[in-house]
T-cell receptor
Framework: AQKVTQAQTEISVVEKEDVTLDCVYETRDTTYYLFWYKQPPSGELVFLIRRNSFDEQNEISGRYSWNFQKSTSSFNFTITASQVVDSAVYFCALSESFGNEKLTFGTGTRLTIIP | ETGVTQSPTHLIKTRGQQVTLRCSSQSGHNTVSWYQQALGQGPQFIFQYYREEENGRGNFPPRFSGLQFPNYSSELNVNALELDDSALYLC?????????????FGPGTRLTVL
């Protein structure tokens, strides 16, 4: 069975600080995909990144970076120089096989950036 | 924006009634997935439709059913509504085939059951 754990329920940081959101996953599959989605107050889930289990390279996209470590089953997300617009709920998710199938989500981390 | 649309935006029903939610997938996508998100929780997978057939189902009772149409749009039907069905219902579209793609979500339908 798949499981995604986001232990941080809520985080508040002052604008321009860096913040890391933790994600730990469980799966018996050797092929799987990991995702991060952002959910602003409007409710729509916004796709941020997809990473497959064979690619452990870290990724950077602007102020966002992701650290994938298979050894610890973790896929952490860091926002550098946070901005008020980063305030949202962030979800980590896992999908087996081709990455297009059932997504198993964590419970989310509510991030508040204080101006 | 993803190009995935859902209707209606909000809906209020009473216990025991039936409801139909609609989703139009993003252009070029052939697969639709439905999720239920209770307040303060992560989305839970209900089912997925591909080529007009159910292609995987989560732990939801049979009173949750769906359809996919030839244009790849989809409906989610819930019969005999219960108070616990109150949630945000999210639809996601994706491409299944060569170069399988990520699921992109619509804005959701917020259902309140009284």
């Amino acid at each position: 069975a798949q499981k995604v754990t986001q232990a941080q329920t809520e985080i508040s940081v002052v604008e321009k600080e860096d913040v890391t959101l933790d994600c730990v996953y469980e799966t018996r599959d050797t092929t799987y995909y990991l995702f991060w989605y952002k959910q602003p107050p409007s409710g729509e889930l916004v796709f941020l990144i997809r990473r497959n289990s064979f690619d452990e390279q870290n990724e950077i996209s602007g102020r966002y970076s992701w650290n994938f470590q298979k050894s610890t089953s973790s896929f952490n997300f860091t926002i550098t120089a946070s901005q008020v617009v980063d305030s949202a709920v962030y979800f980590c998710a896992l999908s087996e096989s081709f990455g297009n199938e059932k997504l198993t989500f964590g419970t989310g981390t509510r991030l508040t950036i204080i101006p | 924006e993803t190009g995935v649309t859902q209707s209606p935006t909000h809906l209020i029903k009473t216990r025991g009634q039936q409801v139909t939610l609609r989703c139009s997938s993003q252009s070029g996508h052939n697969t639709v997935s439905w999720y239920q998100q209770a307040l303060g929780q992560g989305p839970q997978f209900i089912f997925q439709y591909y080529r007009e057939e159910e292609n995987g189902r989560g732990n939801f009772p049979p009173r949750f059913s769906g359809l996919q149409f030839p244009n790849y749009s989809s409906e989610l039907n819930v019969n005999a509504l219960e108070l616990d069905d109150s949630a945000l219902y999210l639809c996601a579209s994706s491409w299944t085939g060569v170069g399988t793609d990520t699921q992109y979500f619509g804005p959701g339908t917020r259902l309140t059951v009284l």
